[in-house]
């Protein structure tokens, strides 16, 4: 199991286990984090599983596909980190990802 860590924009930082295979967007919602609302269940057409990848990651990562390039500029509070965590599949070498979320996506 791969350790994510999501941190809210209040600072508030949320450990989950992640099975391998799944997204880190179904990590989060396992694991009721937070900002992740994921309306589209993982099919990348809502943005609400909007995150910052921690820019030490975004090597380790596969580049968006035109799909969900399309749809984070449709996001709120876009930076060049951002990604749909709907797409982003958990491996081994994802073991310590840090992704944050936008403050447009705090459930207060």
């Not at 799944?22 to 937070?34: G, I, K, T, W």
């Amino acid at each position: 199991m791969a350790k994510i860590t999501f941190i809210e924009a209040d600072g508030k930082e949320i450990q989950v286990e992640a099975q391998e295979g799944q997204s880190v967007m179904q990590a989060a919602m396992d694991n009721l984090v937070p900002g992740i609302v994921a309306e589209c269940g993982g099919f990348a057409s809502c943005a609400t599983c909007h995150g910052y990848v921690d820019e030490a990651w975004m090597t380790k990562l596969p580049a968006p596909d035109a799909a969900e390039e399309g749809m984070i500029s449709c996001a709120y509070h876009v930076q060049p980190n951002s990604r749909l965590t709907c797409q982003l599949k958990v491996t081994p070498a994802l073991d310590g990802l840090v992704v944050r979320l936008p403050v447009s996506q705090t459930s207060e």
